[in-house]
């Protein structure tokens, strides 16, 4: 019965780590310095640069507009889904991103509605 017990144990941490691995691996494709264009977003936050990257072990996001400097959070990645979390103005806001090639399109929801957004990669 124990050793049951210990096989089961061994698969699911195999598991847990071969997934976290790929999690890792995933990453790596939205890690750098993408270049934001949101034309439909109030004027000081229509362009900008975003920053991936890991620091400490922890994943940071770096959001820089024309004015402001904002850190995202939860950065996740599964797939070709990439999505983040920050703040503006005391305001949670969630992008919501489809990663292909060096492009990401999607949407940034707040609580003011849906806001189109394309990242593109800088090299």
């Known amino acids: 019965m124990r050793t049951v017990f210990s096989i089961a144990v061994l698969i699911f941490a195999l598991t847990f780590t071969v997934n976290a691995g790929n999690s890792d691996n995933a990453k790596k494709k939205?890690?750098?310095?993408?270049?934001?264009?949101?034309?439909?977003?109030?004027?000081?936050?229509?362009?900008?640069e975003i920053k991936f990257y890991k620091e400490d072990g922890k994943d940071m996001i770096k959001i820089m507009t024309t004015y402001d400097?904002?850190?995202?959070?939860?950065l996740k990645v599964q797939?070709?889904?990439?999505?983040?979390?920050?703040?503006?103005?005391?305001?949670?806001?969630?992008a919501k991103l489809e990663l292909k090639d060096n492009k990401m399109t999607g949407l940034v929801e707040t609580?003011?509605?849906?806001?189109p957004v394309t990242l593109t990669k800088k090299k």
């Open 69 to 74: 400097v904002i850190m995202g959070k939860n």
């Open 111 to 115: 609580v003011e509605g849906n806001i």
């Open 79 to 94: 797939g070709n889904k990439v999505t983040f979390e920050f703040e503006v103005e005391y305001e949670l806001c969630t």
């Open 30 to 48: 939205v890690y750098g310095t993408w270049k934001v264009e949101a034309p439909d977003a109030p004027y000081d936050y229509q362009e900008g």
